[in-house]
């Protein structure tokens, strides 16, 4: 198909040419005809001196004006093309996982940028984050019909960031009916989650393997699971052995979910729900000298942006000093970031630093990473956002 041609700034091609999905607005022509293109048009994007380089998506309105659908600059972006990235990623889960509960779709990793796709076994949660996708909307759910043929299809478009590409935030049904509550299995535990009001799409299938791990530091030991949400960490650790787990959460609802899935699995007697924000909770269990042998803390993202960065390494460094005050002697401490604006190593200096405030010693025992089906695009940062970190403490 024709395409209109987006030419990009002599010497500013060195981004996309080194596999990058991504263009900003001041590394191409932003002429008259390239702000006439409607936001989320397809364009053909050409180096300087005309040499097609790559098919995408451009809002000539967003500071990412050019999202890379395909190098091919002869493809055709159609129902055909959705359909055989969507078989390409269900390609590699199958081989990945036994059950059919992933993240299916992980946006530019998956070759589908804007785009996230969780599934829950015949159920599809869908969230669309650019424009350009978002007026795709038909030709993505026909293709997802067409290679899942899914009961049901959520599309979860509530995410703030849909407003940096000038797009409203709804949570609607596509396709079907779908229960208060759906099953999902993880780790050989099943749980329940909300796929309409819960976090998200409903579940973080990206601590899969993390959970896994904590676990193993949970057998006969108390646990507190710090942002519980669902009950993942501290619902996973009484499969595996723990004796009790305590889950602590500001959201009424993501309780009443862990509740949900704790009666699920015949545990509700060992667990403990409390309505509180965390900082104040941990305060309270330290005044009451609670201690216990496994402490889990994976918090929402305390850095949303660079400005937040300084702010937001302080509360990482309190998190974990607050915590590592209520592990008990030879207990453990797994804390996570999810903010992909703080480094590895910014991360890592900083819990320390509240351990250490806290009086105790640690050795740095697993770095875990969001599992398998949320893939890193090697050339974009962003995609590797997780952050978890699991310690022994003296």
Known sequence: MSYPVIRILPGHDRRLRGGGPWLFANEVQMDRAAKAIPPGGIVRLASHDGKAMALAQFNPHSLICARVLTRNTESVIDGRFFARRLERALALRTRLFDAPFYRLVHAEADGL???????????????????GMQQLEATLLEAIDRVLAPRAVVLRNDSAIRALEGLPEEVRLAKGIVPARVELEENGVVFLADLLQGQKTGWFYDQRPNRAFAARLARGQRVLDLYSYGGGFGLTALANGASEAVLIDRAEGALATARASAERQGVVERCSFLKKEVFEACEELAAEKARFGLVVADPPAFVK?????????????????????????????????????????????????????????????YRGFAGPDHPVHPALPESAYLKFHAYALD
């Open 113 to 131: 940028p804007g785009v996230i796709a969780d599934r829950y076994g015949d159920i599809l949660v869908v969230q669309i984050n650019t424009i």
């Open 305 to 365: 942006s660079k400005k937040d960065l300084a702010v937001g390494l302080r509360g990482y460094r309190k998190l974990a000093r607050q915590a590592a005050t209520l592990v008990a002697e030879a207990g453990f401490l797994c804390i996570a970031s999810c903010s992909h604006q703080v480094s590895e190593e910014d991360f890592g200096r900083e819990v320390f630093a509240g351990i250490r405030a806290a009086g105790r010693g640690a050795r740095l025992l």
